[in-house]
């Protein structure tokens, strides 16, 4: 269907709509056989991308969502049935603002009258380690976030992204050409560690299309939004048939892995995050809670993502 004008329709907020996963929650709803109507954010209303959700009938709100904009914020969700909340600790890069803007989306979330709450969140690998891993600050932040919003009141799912299908190609360290021509993945982790494949863009707003039409809203749930479940092995060969390029897993040791990621040139405070996200994955794994099964459609398997994927600039 059709984004909804019928003032019937239960009425969406949707934070993030022009980005990943905000957007992927348009879709979601957009394809769904019930009606909604969706409300999104934007600081640019004259931005393409909020002009396109315009076109398809998303009523568009001027908004910054910031602590200093407070007033501006609980009025824009005033009069919203339902909400999906989410913040990008990598717009700004600090833990404290992450934190209290996704406190802030929820209370003005509650103070306008919603009736549930979807909210992107991660794991806090500070409490699961015994404060041992303390840098993964956006999973720490998004962790918070949640524990507020489990005591707001509003029947509050915290619904969190898998691995984007689309770090492969976006994160130079993920697959690297070795001097034999071979193509790797090198991680330090398992061959056996399964990982919660997403393509975000196509199926994270299926996952909270699903939360929002189950017969009860499964308020307190922690879901991880996935397309597939398949161990590092596992994606590695279906990588290598997808591109007939030969590549295989390397487990590397975590000083190996600092060294891929400074010759990355990557940012000694990201490093530290990326260091100590990877540390976790070693340890806790990236359990699932509920599969793919209970969805109202197929979710794109990591196969097919690779199998459509244009992979020339990464495979070099």
Same mark, same amino acid.
């Given at each position: ?90 717009? !700004? ?44 600050? !956006? &999973? ?7 524990? !507020? ?13 898998? &691995? ?61 939004? !996935? ?21 295989? &897993? ?54 097919? &993502? ?11």
């Amino acid at each position: 269907m059709t984004i909804s004008q019928d003032s019937s329709a239960p009425l969406v907020a949707v934070v993030g709509a022009t980005g990943n996963q905000g957007g992927s929650v348009v879709n979601g709803l957009e394809e769904s056989d019930k009606p909604y109507r969706v409300r999104a954010f934007t600081r640019d209303a004259s931005k393409p991308a909020a002009q396109a959700l315009a076109k398809r009938g998303v009523e568009v709100v001027v908004a910054s969502l910031v602590l200093e904009n407070k007033e501006e914020v609980y009025k824009a969700f005033s009069g919203a049935d339902s909400a999906f909340l989410v913040t990008n600790y990598w717009d !700004h890069g600090d833990k404290e603002r992450e934190t209290n803007e996704g406190k802030l989306l929820i209370d003005a979330a509650k103070s306008g009258g919603v009736s549930c709450i979807i909210w992107s969140g991660l794991p806090s690998y500070t409490k699961l380690s015994g404060g041992k891993l303390v840098h993964a600050y !956006h &999973f720490d932040s998004k962790a918070l976030v949640t524990e !507020h919003g489990r005591q707001s009141g509003v029947p509050f799912v915290d619904l969190q992204a898998g &691995f984007y299908d689309t770090l492969f190609f976006l994160l130079p360290f993920l697959l690297q050409k070795q001097q034999d021509g071979r193509f790797a993945i090198p991680m330090p982790v398992t061959s056996t560690l399964k990982m919660p494949m997403l393509d975000v863009a196509r199926d994270y707003g299926l996952w909270a299309r699903y939360l929002l039409e189950l017969p009860t809203f499964p308020d307190g749930s922690s879901i991880v939004a !996935h397309g597939d479940y398949l161990s590092v092995q596992d994606l590695t060969q279906q990588l290598a048939k997808a591109t007939g390029k030969e590549i295989v &897993f390397n487990e590397i040791s975590m000083e190996q892995f600092k060294q891929n990621l400074q010759a990355a040139e990557i940012p000694p405070n990201v490093e530290e995050i990326f260091v100590d996200v990877w540390l976790g994955l070693a340890d806790f794994g990236w359990p699932i809670t509920t599969t793919t099964e209970v969805l109202p459609r197929p979710t794109r398997t990591w196969a097919e &993502f690779a199998k459509i994927t244009d992979w020339s600039k990464a495979l070099v």
